[in-house]
């Protein structure tokens, strides 16, 4: 199932191609319109470390500032391989090392929410991406 990117607000589609970006892997979206009052959607993905925890965390700080989007806070303690970026009723971004991820498994906990994997190509510009990198050589 696929969803439609232009029928998703800017915080959502900013957050998942930070995600997508930074290299985040098994990227989620949950629907929870109608279902959870907290926000609309959860954006889940899984990181690889810490550091790039840590990494997406600031640039997703930086998008939404920089794009006038609301965000709430963080919530990131070193050591508990999960990180929530609170952007208020539209989005709630969920990292998680993968560990963690399965043991909280958020998939079960909001299955009643609509789910989608997202892909990459929806949300990443491959030729801009590619541009950029030999811009760099």
């Known amino acids: 199932m696929t969803t439609n990117k232009q029928e998703l607000p800017q915080s959502v589609t900013i957050g998942a191609s930070i995600l997508f970006e930074l290299r985040a892997q098994d990227v989620q979206l949950i629907d929870l319109r109608g279902i959870k009052d907290v926000t609309d959607y959860f954006l889940v993905a899984t990181c690889e470390s810490e550091a790039q925890m840590q990494a997406i965390l600031g640039e997703l700080r930086k998008e939404f500032k920089a794009n006038k989007l609301p965000s709430v806070g963080v919530e990131y303690k070193e050591g508990v ?29 909001y299955a009643d929410g609509k789910i989608v994997e997202l892909d990459e190509n929806d949300f990443v510009k491959t030729n801009d991406k590619k541009a950029d990198d030999n811009e760099l050589v």
Do not use: N, T
């Not at 990180?83 to 998939?107: C, N, P, Q, T, W």
């Open 81 to 109: 391989r999960w990180a929530v970026f609170d952007a208020g009723l539209d989005l709630m971004v969920h990292l998680f090392e993968e560990e963690k991820r399965a043991e909280i498994s958020l998939d079960r906990l």
